[in-house]
Each structure stands twice: as C-alpha cells, then as structure tokens.
C-alpha cells in the first residue's frame, strides 16, 4: 500500500449532473480517468447508473450516485452537503443534465408546457445551482486549487433547428451564462467554458438516428462518423484539469467541424 504524506492535497471532486448514461457516463469516465473522485447525479439509480459508478470505480476513484432533481432549486443545497459530505469540497461543476423537447415538430406548434419544462432543467436549474457551486469557490479562492464550471449545450446553440425551437433557445441561453459567470468569477481564478457537442451517439440521438446516419454519410460534418460520448468527456477533463488555465468564457466545439462554414 502506498504511503501517503500527511500533507498531500485532498482528491479533487467533480459534479456532473445527468451523469448515469450516455454523454453525461463519457464525462463521468474521462473525469475519473484524470483522477478526480466523481459525484454522479441524475433522478434515479438504476442499472445505467449503478454500470457507470463502478466503471469510474475500477479507475482507484470514489465514485458515488446522488439522486438529484436540476430543475428542482429546493434541493440544491441539500444535494451539495451531501456531496460535500461524501466525497469532501467540489472543484469542478459539470452542467451535463438536459433534456430535449418531448416531440419533435413545428416551430408554429410549440406549447408552453414543452417551453417551460425545458428552460427548467436545461437552464433555469442549471443557473440557480452554478450560483451556488460559485459563492463556495469564491469563499475557497486564493488556495491553490484550481476549480471550474463547465456547460454541456449543443450545436443548437448557434445552428436553428426548427423542429425543436425551445430546445435551441434554451442552449443558446448557455452561452450566455457561461460569458455572464466567467466574467464574475475570473478574479477568484475559476474557469467558465461551455462545450458543444454536436451529432453524439446517445439516446436522445436515436430518434432520429437514420437522418443523422444519411446526413452524416452525405458531409454533414468535415469529419464524417458520428461523435461519441467519450469525445465530449475529453474535452471536459481537459478543462477541468486545467490545461487551459489561462482561458475563460470560451465555447470549445466537439461537433466534428459542423460548426465551420463551407461554400
């Protein structure tokens, strides 16, 4: 067993919300990989959970589910003690959890029901909890330890898809925040970036699977295959480890070069 000074820093944590499956277990991976213990959170512990807990396991981390609601304010301090108690002081946010609209259609049929639930999980929940994840770092500042933030938004965040405006706007939203917090938390050292991914091979891609199958095939993407979850998970482990310490605000594309314009 290898001895350990008295004196050595305590592991670093990282929360990803929406972490039990698809990109969300990518990020979970990456970051255990990098050596950070992982707080995976997401509504329910069931078997995609329990398989991405102990895969960050096997990597010498603590792993361990916390069933948590974003979009439920009430319970973000309570999530956050619990973390805290578990695995010790957070240095890394990762805001994975979202969802996409319940059925893709008409820009001119969107319901306000849709509209309200997505701008709940994919940003309201999101703002309120960074809030409160930036006034502890912001209480820890000048110790040494480097700490960050990091948005998972999409494509959508600059490419209109009109079968799902409310999911577009809601990402859009992102970008700004992720401006809006670096911006307020530069000074404390914290690094805000937001990633987007763009056509990533997880369940919320499957419905329309066969058109981004076609579409891929056809130059969809300079790089023609699909991207995966551990694409994304890279990303986020490098900007958590700081590699990119002396960037802020910046909005780093995992998406295959879709985001360059071509003639």
């Known amino acids: ?41 997401d509504l329910s512990e069931d078997d995609d959970a329990v398989e991405t807990v102990a895969g960050a396991s096997k990597l010498g981390v603590r792993a361990k589910f916390f069933a948590g609601d974003v979009s439920d304010l009430r319970g973000h301090a309570d999530l956050l003690d619990n973390i805290r108690g578990a695995l010790g002081p957070i240095d890394c946010l990762v805001n994975n959890a979202g969802i996409s609209v319940a059925k893709r259609g008409d820009l001119l049929e969107a319901s306000p029901e849709s509209f309200d639930r997505l701008m709940e999980v994919n940003l309201r929940g999101p703002f309120f909890l960074t809030q409160r994840v930036a006034s502890a770092f912001i209480a820890s500042a000048g110790d040494g330890r480097y700490r960050s933030i990091i948005n998972i938004s999409s494509a959508n965040a600059f490419a209109a898809s009109t079968n799902r405006g409310e999911y577009c706007l809601s ?93």
């Open 1 to 41: 067993m290898p001895i350990t000074s008295p004196h050595a820093a305590p592991p670093r944590v990282a929360l990803v919300t929406g972490g039990r499956r698809g990109i969300g277990r990518g990020i979970v991976h990456a970051l255990a990989g990098a050596g950070f213990d992982v707080a995976v959170v």
């Open 171 to 263: 990402k859009a939203a992102i970008t700004m925040a992720t401006k809006l917090f670096a911006a307020r938390l530069g000074e404390a050292g914290v690094g805000v970036f937001e990633i987007r991914p763009g056509v990533i091979r997880t369940g919320m891609t499957a419905v329309a699977a066969a058109d981004y199958e076609r579409r891929i095939r056809d130059g969809l993407s300079p790089i023609r295959r699909w991207g995966l979850p551990e694409d994304v998970g890279r990303a986020v482990a490098a900007l958590a480890g700081g590699a990119f310490s002396f960037s802020t605000g910046e909005a780093f594309h995992v998406d295959g070069g879709l985001h360059v314009q071509r003639l």
